[in-house]
């Protein structure tokens, strides 16, 4: 009988025995929440599938392992990862919906019509630091920015299509 003081929570220890086919029994996977000292295919298998003289036989043929978790690990492991995903979704809506409404609003939309048409549109932000640049009411701390960020843009556009003209060139 296992104490959960003892042992923690009882999902996170188990031993499992793994079973091969013998004689008329199928093969089977047993578990069993024992302690280690008891991780053997006596404890584990239960009901035993076979009668008095092969029950040593069985279990010879049997393999038991102990496994010990963390869930409380794992949980906070998963919590983590979604809500990283989570920020990265978030962060993804807003360079894609909400970046565009703010610049539009914050310089005019007719600048961005303009500067838009200029570059075309597969870039609809690449000149829009020479829009920052002229607005002299944001601080300069967000012109370095929004500048890293123009930056990192033409990269992976030049990235981009450096990668689709050597697709093209291998095809």
């Known amino acids: 009988d296992v104490s959960n003081d003892k042992f923690g929570n009882s ?44 029950v040593e036989a069985y279990c010879l043929r049997c393999e038991c392992k102990y496994e010990e978790r963390s869930s409380g690990t794992i949980k906070v492991t998963i919590i983590m ?9 978030l962060y993804m809506v ?12 914050l310089f005019g939309h007719s600048q961005l019509i303009q500067s838009d048409e200029d570059v075309g549109v597969g870039q609809p932000f690449a000149n829009a630091h020479n829009v920052l ?22 990269q992976v556009q030049e990235q981009r299509k450096s990668v689709f003209d050597r697709h093209v060139v291998l095809s």
């Open 81 to 89: 990862y979604l809500s990283i995903l989570g920020l990265l979704l």
């Open 94 to 105: 807003y360079l894609t919906l909400l970046e565009p409404i703010l610049k539009r609003r």
């Open 133 to 154: 640049s002229r607005s002299h009411s944001r601080p300069n701390m967000l012109n370095k920015v929004e500048h890293a960020q123009q930056r990192w843009r033409r």
């Open 11 to 54: 999902e996170d220890i188990r031993c499992k025995c793994i079973c091969p086919p013998y004689k008329d029994v199928a093969g089977q996977i047993y578990k069993q929440n024992v302690s280690l000292k008891d991780c053997n295919c006596l404890h584990v298998v239960e009901p035993m599938p076979v009668d008095g003289k092969d």
